[in-house]
């Protein structure tokens, strides 16, 4: 998932993660910032966003 400034990266295989990017501050993707408070309203927003897309256009996790 993916807005103007953040991305959200999910996953499936292996150990399933998320990986949160502020891409105005950290353009190159370097820093994860799952695990800081200011990124856990963006992550739940985009992971809302990717499972209204998924049912939407009827995909399975």
Excluded at 33 to 40: E, I, K, L, V, W
């Amino acid at each position: 998932m993916r807005t103007e400034r953040y991305k959200l990266v999910h996953w499936l295989y292996g150990d399933e993660a998320w990986e949160p990017y502020d891409l105005h501050e950290d353009p190159e993707e370097v820093k994860n910032r799952y695990d800081t408070p200011d990124a856990q309203e963006i992550c739940v927003q985009l992971q809302g966003t990717l499972r209204e897309l998924k049912r939407q256009y009827q995909l399975n996790d």
